[in-house]
């Protein structure tokens, strides 16, 4: 008997879903192309190889709450990005018959899996620590990035989700939830309580703008002294200041690495006029995201994680709450 997706390891999981995009392939005529696993994490990606010699990027989207208005918005601003500016963007590419996607029947899922197909991008990850030099590039990509979502919109049919709630587009888990003790539920949902007030502000007093909402270092690539953006997966619509608080949290305690993003951004685009609480609170608000999403992940290594991750987390965030300062290094508080 198959056993259920959730009860598999990471690597059957990986192959299953493999099989899958090769059944996707032929609808951008690549039936004879190979595929590379990438990354097996929220979605799944794979390196397509065509015997040609051209390389694409395929994504099997797994997660049920993106729909298909999101996607298809996704992929028209990277088309957009792509048309009309200077950034190096992953393009997305039409099948034969001119989706942006295809759409695969996965018994795993119970439903079909949209799987869309990007050009390649050379070059390596910046990782976890980029140099300052590199992060000043990425707060000016960012600034790029927000010059064209001030006047881009999206096509009929497309709209991206609106982010004004601290867990984006997600059902609040942090009150109740088996992997949350007591103690975690308790200091959560008082976190989420205060970073949404503060958010609140910051939504209130600045425009509403398409925002990447995921830019980290693992989600941008430098190659010949260029820098690419990808993943735009979690794209959707919020102010400004969001977008800099999410990539603050992955340099939090790096004093150094966080002025040269703001800086980079500064010489493009005005740096968003919010107060330190209200930024505090966005750079909060990503750690109670990234929890509330981690408890109810499918994937087999991310749920190995959840333990570990959740006591660190509500270490940050009992700090945050008693300083007003959120910080990565707290005692105990290390991944």
């Given at each position: ?41 929220y979605n799944t990606t ?165 925002l990447h909402a995921d ?121």
């Open positions: 008997m198959r056993k259920p997706f959730t009860e598999v390891t990471a690597r059957t999981q990986a192959n299953r879903l493999r099989a899958l995009a090769a059944r996707a392939l032929p609808a951008w005529g690549l039936a004879d192309a190979s595929l590379r696993l990438l990354n097996h994490g794979f390196r397509v190889e065509v015997p040609d010699g051209r390389r694409f990027a395929l994504r099997v989207n797994v997660i049920p709450t993106k729909t298909e208005a999101h996607l298809l918005a996704e992929v028209a601003w990277l088309a957009a990005l792509s048309a009309e500016t200077d950034l190096t963007v992953p393009t997305p590419q039409r099948t034969r018959d001119g989706e942006w996607a295809a759409r695969v029947p996965s018994p795993d899922h119970g439903r079909d899996l949209p799987v869309v197909l990007f050009s390649w991008l050379d070059g390596r990850n910046l990782g976890a620590k980029p140099s300052i030099r590199r992060l000043h590039t990425v707060g000016r990509a960012m600034a790029r990035l927000h010059e064209h979502a001030a006047t881009w919109r999206p096509p009929a049919g497309a709209e991206l989700p609106l982010f004004d709630d601290v867990l984006t587009d997600l059902p609040n888990r942090l009150g109740g939830h088996p992997a949350l003790d007591a103690e975690a539920s308790a200091v959560l949902t008082a976190a989420y309580a205060r970073a949404q007030e503060l958010q609140d502000q910051a939504f209130a007093a600045d425009e509403i703008i398409p830019l980290h270092g693992g989600n941008l690539k430098w190659h010949r002294g260029r820098l690419s953006v990808f993943d735009f997966d979690d794209a959707g619509l919020g102010v400004p200041a969001l977008d800099l608080a999410i990539a603050v949290y992955y340099l939090r305690d790096d004093a150094a690495a966080e002025d040269a993003l703001k800086a980079g951004y500064a010489g493009v685009r005005p740096l968003p006029r919010v107060s330190p609480d209200v930024f505090e609170g966005m750079v909060a608000g990503r750690n109670l995201l990234l929890v509330d999403d981690l408890i109810e992940q499918p994937n087999a290594e991310l749920r190995a994680m959840i333990p570990a991750y959740v006591a660190n987390s509500v270490r940050r965030l009992r700090g945050w709450l008693e300083t007003g300062r959120y910080r990565r290094d707290v005692p105990g508080g290390r991944d």
